[in-house]
Structure formats: structure tokens, C-alpha cells
T-cell receptor
Framework: EPEVTQTPSHQVTQMGQEVILRCVPI?????FYWYRQILGQKVEFLVS????????KSEIFDDQFSVERPDGSNFTLKIRSTKLEDSAMYFC?????????????????FGSGTRLTVV | EDQVTQSPEALRLQEGESSSLNCSYT??????LFWYRQDPGKGPEFLFT???AGEEKEKERLKATLTKKESFLHITAPKPEDSATYLC????????????FGTGTRLQVFP
């Protein structure tokens, strides 16, 4: 079964450092997302990306965050200057567009996540 | 504001003891309601999508139902391997693809 792959699985970084989290979405998916989950809290939407541009972003996704699809397979999330409160699990997800007609039993496929620890 | 509330927060069941998890939602026009399973330290694993009131979907010991205000995830004769956190999420219209998640129900099934 197709998978969303995320690397690294765990990243420890010092406050103020830049980090890049990497994702390889499912190959025929067109929509890409980043979500995060702070320990013990809800999964929260960060950003969605379609057709090489951001289609939606949350209040969390401020100027410190950026996303990029540098080639045909990778999707990255960059945090420019990490803060302690950025410590969380970051999940990449991808999906296909709903083409209309009978709704498919589609769902967003999530990766296993990157645990980011800012010290 | 769109909201998703799940109950109970935690549920302990004996193997074979059937039960239901609740997801109540407040959204201005539901486009889809999603159920996911999440194991510790892992990403959410897709289970079901429900689109309209009255719809039901089944997979092995799990059955999801939907009304205009809530969804239930029924677990029939659970096994220890069903132990996980079950997440409910909704997708509202207004040109958005984002999912709004509840806090989840942590299920433990004991042999």
C-alpha cells in the first residue's frame, strides 16, 4: 500500500536554529499538507499546498515557517528560527482531489511523523 | 467556529466487550467526517470517511455512523490489537481542504 514517508523520524535542535523536515508524498497525490501535534494535544492544521503554491495556512504558520516542493517527489517544511514551543510531532499528509460524482472513500494519508525537540 | 468534541477521553474494555465512541461536531456545512486510528508515536491511519447523515461504513470490528450532529464508532467484540487512540476529524466547505481534529479517545482493550 502506498505510503507517505517522512525524514528524519526524530530531530533535536537548539533554539534559534533552522530545521527542515522532509516528506515524500504518495506519487499520484496532488494536495500536500503539514499538521503538527504537541504532546497530549490535538492534531492541528498548519498549511496546505497545491499546484506549487500555498492554498491555505493557519495562524500558527507565521513568517518563521515555509514550505517547498523542490522537485517532483519531495515536500519540505522549514522552520527558520526554532522556538521551544515548536517542539511537537510534525505530520505530512497527501490526498487526491475529489473529482465529483459519487464521493470516493478517500482520506488523507499521513506519514509517521517527525518528532521535533527544541532545546 | 467549527468544533469537534470526542468522548470519552479514555475507555478501558475487556476483550469481547463491545462499545461506542462518540464524536460530536459543529460545522457550518459538513463536507466529510473522517475517522482515524493513531498508535503511540505514529501518524493517523485512515479508517473511514462519512459524507451524509444516515451513512454507515464497516471495516472488520469497526462500524462508523453519522447523524447531523454526531458520529459514532462502534467497536464489536474488540481485541487487544484494537488498542489505540481513535481520532475524529471534519472537513467543512468554504474552499478549504483542512481537517479539524478532535482530541481523540484513547482505547485500551485488555485480554
Amino acid at each position: 500500500e502506498p505510503e507517505v514517508t517522512q525524514t528524519p523520524s526524530h530531530q533535536v535542535t537548539q533554539m534559534g536554529q533552522e530545521v527542515i523536515l522532509r516528506c515524500v508524498p504518495i506519487s499520484n497525490h496532488l494536495y500536500f499538507y503539514w499538521y503538527r501535534q504537541i504532546l497530549g494535544q490535538k492534531v492541528e492544521f498548519l498549511v496546505s499546498f497545491y499546484n506549487n503554491e500555498i492554498s491555505e495556512k493557519s495562524e500558527i504558520f507565521d513568517d518563521q515557517f515555509s514550505v517547498e516542493r523542490p522537485d517532483g517527489s519531495n515536500f519540505t517544511l522549514k522552520i527558520r528560527s526554532t522556538k521551544l514551543e515548536d517542539s511537537a510531532m510534525y505530520f505530512c499528509a497527501s490526498s487526491t482531489p475529489w473529482s465529483g460524482g459519487s464521493p470516493p472513500n478517500y482520506g488523507y494519508t499521513f506519514g509517521s511523523g517527525t518528532r521535533l525537540t527544541v532545546v | 467556529e467549527d468544533q469537534v468534541t470526542q468522548s470519552p477521553e479514555a475507555l478501558r474494555l475487556q476483550e469481547g466487550e463491545s462499545s461506542s465512541l462518540n464524536c460530536s461536531y459543529t460545522v457550518s456545512g459538513l463536507r466529510g467526517l473522517f475517522w482515524y486510528r493513531q498508535d503511540p508515536g505514529k501518524g493517523p491511519e485512515f479508517l473511514f470517511t462519512l459524507y451524509s447523515a444516515g451513512e454507515e461504513k464497516e471495516k472488520e470490528r469497526l462500524k462508523a455512523t453519522l447523524t447531523k450532529k454526531e458520529s459514532f464508532l462502534h467497536i464489536t467484540a474488540p481485541k487487544p490489537e484494537d488498542s489505540a487512540t481513535y481520532l475524529c476529524a471534519v472537513q467543512a466547505p468554504r474552499n478549504t481542504d483542512k481537517l479539524i481534529f478532535g482530541t481523540g479517545t484513547r482505547l485500551q482493550v485488555f485480554p
